[in-house]
């Protein structure tokens, strides 16, 4: 079965810009969905098919999506965006969605 | 506003049976599939099963295929998940979540838990 790979953890300075990947088997030729999901809290869309965004969302949110990776990136990182940060696919042969393992961002 | 509301969630033994609602409001429910999407305590998102807009067609992971039954009811608008033969792994919580360009609207969850 597909498999997306994110790494555990990213770590960044507040103001900085924050980059989060997401491997799988040309996972550019999928639609790549994001998910932020805070502590005891539900997940919440923040990119969807692969760099759109939904209302509500800040422009500081941004996603990209070709090869073997797409990348979500949050620039001017600020405190509240600490949370993890999870990936999502489809897979049409199984009409399965995929989750990669969830990224946890840390605001240094 | 879109409101998806879980219950049905509670503690029961390994083995039996337990069935999850999700009740949906603000928009045209039959016009949606849903999704069911649970997070075992500390860990990852897992998807589950998803049903289509008219209930005619489900698909489930693995890890449920067989045990798990993922049904609607248009007229109620309201999901279900029917789940057998419970297993201490299927402990976590459960969300119900609507499909539209990903997984656009997520309830609050509701907590499964399965003792040996």
């Known amino acids: 079965s597909y498999v997306l790979t994110q790494p555990p953890s990213v770590s960044v300075a507040p103001g900085k810009t924050a980059r989060i990947t997401c491997g799988g088997n040309?996972?550019?030729?999928?639609?790549v969905h994001w998910y932020r999901q805070k502590p005891g809290q539900a997940p919440v869309l923040v990119i969807y098919y692969d760099s759109d965004r939904p209302s509500g969302i800040p422009e500081r949110f941004s996603g990209s999506n070709s090869g073997d990776t797409a990348t979500l990136s949050i620039s001017r990182v600020e405190a509240g965006d600490e949370a993890d940060y999870y990936c999502q696919v489809w897979d049409p042969s199984s009409d399965h969605r995929i989750f990669g393992g969830g990224t946890k961002l840390t605001v240094l | 506003q879109v409101q998806l509301v879980e219950s049905g969630g509670g503690v029961v033994q390994s083995g039996r049976s337990l069935r999850l609602s999700c009740a949906a409001s603000g928009f045209n429910f039959r016009n949606y599939a849903m999704h069911w999407v649970r997070q075992a305590p500390g860990k990852g998102l897992e998807w589950a099963a998803v049903v289509s807009y008219d209930g005619d067609n489900n698909h489930y992971a693995d890890s449920v295929k067989g045990r798990f039954t993922i049904s609607r009811d248009n007229s109620k608008n309201t999901m279900y998940l029917q789940m057998d033969s419970l297993r201490p792994e299927d402990t976590a919580v459960y969300y119900c979540a609507r499909d539209e360009a990903g997984l656009d609207y997520w309830g609050q969850g509701t907590l499964v838990v399965v003792s040996s």
């Open positions: 040309n996972i550019g030729r999928n639609s």
